[in-house]
């Protein structure tokens, strides 16, 4: 247990190149949000109450708009944790209901088959109102996921996540 603490305490010491990822062009995890203003066209700092927030306590802080993916326009978000990128998240602009929205999962996963080769996992999930699709990848120290989901008839939620990954 010593030893797995003093790794991680390792880690925290080493400079962010060492930890860093390259997660969506040239933005790379461990950025800050100066660094990510400077190497990204059209980005534009949002102000705190603007942004969104994840489950793991990142804040959304810069944010560009109409970047062009499978012939569709997304919002480019980029999430902070200390100041740090630690995660991209492209938001399709122009939602649709579920079942409508299979054929861009599909054309985003050949994309992405593409540029990372076979997906890690892919599932399909329904219980009750609420239906996901999510397919995934590991390249290098990202993790990219494509994730759709719906509640009932109404528009869906489609995301590609890009994160930093730095497990086995």
Same mark, same amino acid.
């Given at each position: 247990?010593?030893?797995?603490?003093?790794? /991680?305490?390792?880690?925290?010491?080493?400079?962010?190149?060492?930890? =860093? &990822?390259?997660?969506?062009?040239?933005?790379?995890?461990?950025?800050?949000?100066?660094?990510?203003?400077?190497?990204?066209?059209?980005?534009?700092?949002?102000?705190?109450?603007?942004?969104?927030?994840?489950?793991?306590?990142?804040?959304?802080?810069?944010?560009?708009?109409?970047?062009?993916? &499978?012939?569709?326009?997304?919002? %480019?978000?980029?999430?902070?944790?200390?100041?740090?990128?630690?995660?991209?998240?492209?938001?399709?602009?122009?939602?649709?209901?579920?079942?409508?929205?299979?054929?861009?999962?599909? =054309?985003?996963?050949e994309?992405?088959?593409?540029?990372?080769?076979?997906?890690?996992?892919?599932e399909?999930?329904? &219980?009750?109102?609420?239906?996901?699709?999510?397919?995934g990848?590991?390249?290098?120290?990202?993790?990219?996921? /494509?994730?759709?989901?719906?509640?009932?008839?109404?528009?869906?939620?489609?995301?590609?996540?890009? %994160? &930093?990954?730095?497990?086995?």
């Amino acid at each position: 247990m010593k030893k797995l603490i003093a790794g /991680i305490l390792v880690l925290f010491l080493l400079p962010n190149p060492a930890l =860093s &990822a390259e997660l969506w062009g040239p933005a790379s995890a461990g950025m800050t949000i100066k660094e990510v203003m400077r190497v990204i066209d059209d980005a534009y700092r949002l102000d705190e109450e603007e942004g969104g927030r994840l489950a793991t306590r990142a804040v959304e802080a810069v944010r560009r708009d109409d970047v062009e993916l &499978a012939d569709e326009t997304f919002t %480019q978000r980029f999430f902070f944790v200390n100041g740090q990128l630690s995660q991209v998240t492209l938001k399709l602009n122009n939602t649709r209901d579920f079942d409508s929205m299979l054929p861009l999962v599909d =054309s985003l996963t050949e994309i992405m088959r593409d540029r990372y080769g076979q997906e890690v996992d892919s599932e399909m999930i329904q &219980a009750g109102a609420m239906r996901q699709a999510k397919v995934g990848w590991i390249d290098g120290n990202r993790k990219i996921r /494509i994730f759709l989901m719906s509640m009932g008839e109404d528009d869906s939620l489609l995301n590609v996540n890009y %994160q &930093a990954y730095f497990g086995g």
